[in-house]
């Protein structure tokens, strides 16, 4: 791989979005990416719904950025469509990934069985990335990572 890995952390929530509420996702985030060694190009915040999503995902997809992780999003609710808009932009979803990611969140919350995160390649040919759709809370955040950063170097070998 030539030099770092490029991460970019996208935090979907309408109430981090308007200032109502603290972001805990991006340090997390953020400090876990930087101790597997990726370079974080950007963090943002963007609103629930699909709109939002999709111009944050295509954003960091034509950037080139290696993985993509959202954090938000993924419940029930009405506009959180985070997980549909990912499918619309992936070719290869990852369903193992997303069951372990599912089995770690479990061991910590029951809770975890309420996200609807999609894991997925946007191409299996080289500059492709790997987007990850993590619930908004730390722990949430946490779990989805520590599983995808454990696999990080097999799925990095068909990416670049």
Do not use: Y
């Not at 996208?10 to 200032?19: A, E, K, L, P, W």
């Not at 009405?78 to 369903?95: G, K, V, Y």
């Not at 599912?102 to 790997?130: M, Q």
């Amino acid at each position: 791989m030539q030099g770092k890995p490029t991460a970019r952390i996208i935090v979907v929530s309408d109430r981090v979005h308007g200032g109502d509420r603290e972001d805990s996702a991006t340090p997390v985030a953020k400090m876990l990416l930087a101790g597997a060694g990726f370079h974080v190009a950007s963090a943002q915040v963007v609103p629930e719904g699909a709109e939002a999503v999709s111009a944050a995902l295509d954003e960091a997809i034509a950037a080139g950025t290696n993985l993509i992780l959202t954090c938000g999003g993924t419940g029930l609710g009405p506009s959180n469509l985070t997980p549909e808009a990912t499918q619309e932009r992936i070719t290869t979803r990852l369903h193992g990934v997303e069951t372990q990611i599912l089995l770690t969140g479990l061991e910590h919350s029951d809770r975890a069985a309420l996200c609807r995160g999609v894991v997925g390649l946007t191409s299996r040919e080289p500059g492709g990335s790997l987007i990850a759709n993590a619930p908004g809370s730390r722990g949430g955040t946490a779990d989805t990572l520590a599983v995808v950063l454990s696999l990080w170097p097999s799925i990095a070998e068909w990416l670049v």
